[in-house]
């Protein structure tokens, strides 16, 4: 059965300093899709970031980068030079093959400190 | 072009009512899904439809029913709320890998 584990429910991080938040995936499908969402406090959620199981390259997205491991079966998230705005709760997430429905992990809290 | 809509924002229900959530988007997306977010977890699916005229369960379904109605609408509905449905409901829409979630309906039930 699919399932993603985000381990850590909260992290610290200085404003400008790069943090990494992990998440490891299970699936025994080959093909499948790799998300990052944030959902700062007013609720909404915002797509940050994609890696396909079949991309050669890591995911690159602005300030964001996904390094994927797939051996290790692990795609955490890289933010560069934290913000304070970034300070929110990340979702990793992941679709199996081209089918349709998600799964979610249960989130990372970042707080950025000024 | 206001992306994913959601009606109501916030709702409360006594035991056994019923309601019917609202979602409409107008990027011309085929596929639809409503995810409901419980304190300190993910998005948990609920329905998803694939394309007008198609929808199928995902992971938890049960006290829920769906209609995509055209293209642009799909509804969830609650034919007898129970106070474990007390959760923050989203709506989305998906184009390629891509998918965009509107802004929440939050859901109490008494």
């Known amino acids: 059965a699919q399932k993603i584990t985000q381990t850590q429910p909260g992290m610290f991080v200085q404003e400008k300093e790069a943090v990494t938040l992990d998440c490891t995936y299970d699936t025994s499908d080959q093909s499948y899709g790799l998300f990052w969402y944030k959902q700062p406090s007013s609720g909404e959620m915002i797509f940050l970031i994609y890696q396909g199981s079949y991309d050669e390259q890591n995911a690159t997205e602005g300030r964001y980068s996904l390094n994927f491991q797939k051996a290790r079966k692990s795609a955490n998230l890289v933010i560069s030079a934290s913000q304070l705005g970034d300070s929110a709760m990340y979702f990793c997430?992941?679709?199996?093959?081209?089918?349709?429905?998600?799964?979610f992990g249960a989130g990372t809290r970042l707080f950025v400190k000024a | 072009n206001a992306g994913v809509t959601q009606t109501p924002k916030f709702q409360v229900l006594k035991t056994g009512q019923s309601m019917t959530l609202q979602c409409a988007q107008d990027?011309?997306?085929?596929?639809m899904y409503w995810y409901r977010q419980d304190p300190g977890m993910g998005l948990r699916l609920i329905y998803y439809?694939?394309?007008?005229?198609?929808?199928d369960k995902g992971e938890v379904p049960n006290g829920y029913n769906v209609s995509r109605l055209n293209k642009r609408e799909f509804s969830l509905r609650l034919e007898s709320a129970a106070p474990s449905q007390t959760s923050v409901y989203f709506c989305?829409?998906?184009?390629?890998?891509?998918?965009?979630f509107g802004p929440g309906t939050r859901l109490t039930v008494l």
């Open positions: 989305a829409s998906r184009v390629f890998d891509e998918q965009f």
């Open positions: 439809s694939a394309s007008e005229g198609t929808t």
């Open positions: 997430a992941m679709r199996e093959g081209r089918g349709f429905k998600t799964i």
């Open positions: 990027m011309n997306h085929n596929s």
